[in-house]
């Protein structure tokens, strides 16, 4: 019993940090392009608008919009581009702008008017290879993995 109260405490205490916006995700490309997925399902009987943009501090800048009467500030305007993203999303990759990153920095994506946010510091950036984004996404259900068989062989 006391065994079992442990595990959880420990499942419980793992996955709240988990619990992030998985909707949005930033990685670097092997070319030190910025890739940020946004997968976001938009709502019904709407036609698919998105927005990207990324905030420092006080400053929020708006990267690449496909929103009438918004416009991208004129530093990304020739170095981003957005692909479609099956079944649901869009993704964003940000050309040369690995080493202009700010710091701290707060990714923020809008499909439909639906947002996603995430909060990521320049050194966590992760790698877009496969294994890095399905452990970043999947981290969450692989502590259960683990601590349900954990549990069921003790």
């Not at 006080?58 to 079944?87: C, M, W, Y």
Request: proline share 5%.
């Amino acid at each position: 019993m006391l065994k079992s109260l442990f595990v959880y405490g420990v499942l419980g205490v793992l996955l709240i940090p988990a619990k992030c916006d998985d909707r949005i995700s930033v990685c670097v490309e092997d070319d030190n392009d910025l890739r940020v997925d946004c997968q976001v399902e938009p709502k019904p009987d709407k036609i698919s608008s998105y927005e990207f943009s990324w905030s420092s501090g006080s400053k929020e800048s708006l990267i690449n919009t496909n929103v009438s009467g918004s416009a991208a500030e004129s530093q990304f305007r020739d170095k981003s581009s957005v692909e479609e993203l099956e079944p649901h999303g869009f993704r964003m990759t940000l050309r040369d702008f690995r080493d202009k990153l700010p710091h701290n920095t707060t990714y923020m994506c809008k499909i439909s008017g639906v947002p996603a946010r995430i909060n990521v510091e320049q050194e966590q950036l992760l790698p877009c290879s496969a294994v890095s984004v399905f452990l970043k996404s999947s981290s969450s259900w692989i502590v259960c993995l683990l601590l349900f068989f954990y549990h069921t062989h003790s």
